[in-house]
């Protein structure tokens, strides 16, 4: 009987190990060419999607500016805004002036950030270079108390009209002017519906701004955010509280308005409106917006040397290892554009 046994020689062993490693050196080097592609992927995903919500979430802002309840302002060819309102003030420093221009004026800009009035510069603080701030205001779609609608505070601005012409009604409270409505941060004032009865429908007025910061929430972690500030109940006063953050890796919105200025509801003349008077801004109706969003995290061996188009407004090369990509849209402003139509 044979005694000898079989096995690897050393060579054979050697030869082994070696296609073995080469082997693992390819499927590493595949999982990891894989593990770069889904992060990479990820990346984009999530730009896309911050880009799309910024789109998305201006839109709809832009729809329900100079939406008033029942209320029509006159047009501005009859009774023109005397000034460009200052979204920064507290409602009880407000004129009748005031009232009646925001009325007439319910979008407004500032290209660049330039001109932005001094009571906002601790709301509009360290903002992005190259990017517009953008100023809606509207009275709340949705009626104070009602199913899916926040319930009524007093400590918060509404918008009421009187619909009740009996001024013998009890604690009627007289307008001063047929059809206006009326602006209340007390709860004090007794507004009613046509059958002098039933109280009138409380609508929370909305002024909010839009820009963008250069951080996200460290000052130096260089993510650029979409900002937003709300009016509302800050200390003792109903005036702009402090903006919060809402969208990363938006670098830039640049906005084009249309105005309107032979009164038919249809933009004549689109451009940034970085010289316009307050009679310009009561002719928006109509808003081109245009968003660069970029990637959270630079891209290995990437080096972004495009430059992007928004509007009039070229920007780049930045020359970083940060992907990025423009989202535009029209907006037609629904309601001042609306009151200007002919049959």
């Known amino acids: 009987m044979n005694g000898r046994h079989s096995g690897f020689s050393l060579l054979e062993l050697m030869i082994s190990v070696a296609i073995g490693m080469f082997i693992m050196t390819g499927v590493l080097a595949l999982y990891l060419d894989i593990t770069r592609s889904n992060a990479e992927l990820a990346k984009i995903n999530r730009q896309i999607e911050n880009g799309r919500f910024t789109i998305q979430l201006l839109q709809q802002e832009l729809w329900h500016a100079g939406f008033w309840d029942s ?44 001109g932005v009035p001094s009571e906002c510069g601790g709301i509009v603080a360290n903002k992005q270079a190259n990017s517009d701030v953008l100023v809606v205001r509207y009275a709340n779609t949705c009626i104070a108390d009602a199913v899916n609608c926040e319930n009524y505070d007093a400590n918060k601005l509404y918008l009421q009209t009187q619909g009740c012409s009996d001024t013998g009604a009890t604690g009627y409270y007289d307008p001063g002017a047929a059809n206006k409505p009326i602006l209340d941060a007390t709860g004090n004032k007794v507004v009613y519906k046509k059958n002098c009865t039933t109280m009138a429908d409380k609508r929370k007025i909305i002024i909010s701004i839009f820009y963008v910061r ?33 969208i990363e890796g938006i670098q830039s919105i640049k906005f084009e308005y249309g105005r309107d200025t032979d009164n038919d509801g249809s933009p004549d003349v689109f451009d940034d409106c970085i010289a316009c008077t307050a009679l310009d801004w009561a002719q928006v109706v109509a808003v081109q917006m245009h968003v660069l ?17 928004l509007g009039d407004t070229t920007l780049g090369p930045f020359s970083d290892g940060y992907m990025r990509h423009v989202y535009s849209s029209y907006v037609r402003l629904v309601n001042p554009s609306g009151r200007r139509e002919r049959p």
Do not use: H
């Open 214 to 246: 250069n951080y996200s929430s460290v000052s130096n972690d260089g993510i650029p955010t979409l900002m937003r500030a709300d009016f509302g109940k800050s200390g003792d006063s109903v005036t702009m509280k402090s903006a919060q953050p809402l």
């Open 71 to 114: 209320f029509a302002p006159p047009l501005p060819s009859v009774t023109a805004p005397l000034n460009i309102p200052n979204p920064c003030i507290a409602f009880a420093d407000w004129s009748a002036t005031d009232t009646d221009d925001m009325y007439l004026i319910p979008v407004q800009g500032y290209a660049n950030g330039i």
């Open 293 to 309: 969003a970029r990637n959270l995290e630079a891209s290995v061996a990437y080096v972004d040397g495009k430059t992007y188009r």
